[in-house]
């Protein structure tokens, strides 16, 4: 197997041509032609998910985020980017990102947290090229509910500790508009496509100021995300069901963000 048979993969799944402009998805470390044995798939490219590779016999990492996304500099092993960067290099493990590209196809990132809502009618909610691809996506509750109904939903729905939200509203809510990541930009898009509820994360505080009709919750950029790493792991498998893929066993612990409840 060479690097070059699992990004096919999962360019299959996220195509490379359509991620952002500022964006660094694809083959980061290493080249298409490098043998592979196994492949381990987390959520952000550290040292410790290289560890974990280098542990399981793997010399490909796949991650959602890039481990290399703005200009570098320098390579210091006491910067935590540069930790990985040495490691990997060190390893021979080929690092490989899929971050907007899953971010904008409907099976990938915001079509996961649809389908954790049981949303019905979802479409994209910023579609691109024939419409079949985008950012974010739209959809109705299985039934309406208030605001504080909502609230719980979601909460159980992804397993949270804690949301972060707009006053909830009283009267009932039907159409919800989801964007997995950092979705503070796209709040005026939302809204103007008839959502009452927006649902994504890093939210800035003034942004909770909310016009009558329409809330605003931030659930958190590793909760709205994660499950795109079984997406990956499942795409790697349905193609090569024998070849050794593994998801991180650390996966539940790498959330950068930590909460306390005091």
Not at 79 to 89: K, L, S
């Amino acid at each position: 197997m060479k690097v070059g048979d699992i990004t096919a993969v999962l360019e299959s799944f996220a195509p490379l041509r359509i991620q952002e402009s500022w964006d660094n998805s694809g083959l980061i470390i290493g080249s298409p032609e490098d043998e592979v044995h196994g492949v381990m798939v987390g959520f952000d490219c550290t040292r410790a998910l290289v560890d974990e590779a280098i542990e399981k016999g793997c010399d490909m990492v796949v991650t959602h985020h890039p481990l290399i996304f703005k200009g570098i500099r320098r390579i210091d092993g006491k910067d935590p980017v540069g930790a990985a960067i040495m490691q990997a290099i060190r390893g021979g493990v080929a690092v490989y990102a899929a971050h907007t590209t899953a971010d904008k196809v409907i099976t990938g990132v915001s079509g996961a947290m649809a389908r954790r809502l049981k949303l019905k009618n979802v479409s994209i909610m910023v579609p691109e090229e024939d419409g079949t691809v985008g950012l974010g996506c739209i959809g109705d509750f299985p039934e309406p509910m208030t605001g504080e109904q909502a609230l719980a939903y979601v909460r159980e729905a992804f397993g949270l500790k804690v949301i972060k939200s707009s006053r909830p509203l009283k009267e009932p809510i039907t159409r919800v508009a989801l964007l997995g990541g950092s979705g503070g930009g796209e709040i005026a898009l939302a809204q103007s496509k008839g959502a009452q509820l927006y649902i994504t994360a890093d939210i800035s505080y003034h942004n909770y100021f909310t016009p009558e009709g329409f809330m605003i919750m931030d659930v958190g950029h590793f909760e709205s995300e994660v499950e795109i790493v079984d997406i990956f792991v499942e795409e790697i498998r349905k193609k090569f069901p024998t070849f050794a893929s593994y998801k991180s066993d650390a996966l539940g612990r790498s959330n950068p963000v930590h909460y306390f409840v005091m």
